[in-house]
């Protein structure tokens, strides 16, 4: 147990210091991370294999195409997910069925849980680590896995394409800044 004598905004402000997030609740439980890894293994999005692969690659002296090819089966998957929920969704939509839009819907709320507790994960472990002694290379593994794949997903955040077709360029500018040497 650690009992800090600030207040929680001087101590989180003091922790941001050194962390790019840092979050403190009213109480801290070192198990949290533990539960947030069986939550997502039981989702399974991925597997130990998978997990091993990527780690493996992040601590040899290999290229980062290996890397991205230990992610890019994951990453696919997870993309495919979503795009067939996307697509069941707009389809559902499209003929008015009730129980078809909120099993679509349930389908992409899944995915966009499952990477917000991705981020949740890899917070809570990168702060509680420093605190606790896990001992568990498992936690830290998973821990850098997510750290690679979260920025590959793109949940919730898609954007249909901007029509510009109609855009007509009116003035075009060009002014000479001199020469300067390289």
């Not at 941001?16 to 999005?45: C, H, I, M, W």
């Not at 389809?91 to 349930?106: E, T, Y």
Request: glycine share 4%; aromatic share 8%; net charge neutral.
């Amino acid at each position: 147990m650690l009992d800090f004598v600030n207040n929680k905004d001087e101590v989180s402000a003091a922790v941001k210091t050194y962390q790019t997030t840092a979050e403190l609740l009213a109480t801290t439980d070192p198990n949290l991370v533990f539960n947030l890894r069986a939550e997502l293994d039981s989702a399974g999005l991925y597997d130990d294999f998978e997990v091993n692969r990527v780690v493996v690659e992040m601590n040899s002296t290999a290229k980062q195409s290996k890397l991205v090819a230990a992610l890019e089966p994951v990453q696919d998957r997870l993309t495919k997910r979503c795009r067939a929920a996307q697509a069941a969704l707009k389809l559902a939509q499209d003929k008015r069925d009730s129980f078809g839009i909120k099993a679509a819907q349930d389908g992409l709320n899944a995915l966009v849980l499952f990477e917000g507790d991705m981020a949740a994960c890899i917070r809570l472990y990168t702060f509680l680590s420093q605190i606790f002694d896990y001992s568990d290379t498992a936690i830290e593994k998973r821990s850098v896995f997510y750290k690679r794949l979260l920025p590959l997903l793109v949940f919730g955040r898609e954007r249909e394409g901007i029509d510009l077709s109609k855009v007509e360029l009116t003035h075009h500018h060009l002014k000479s800044l001199g020469k300067k040497s390289m």
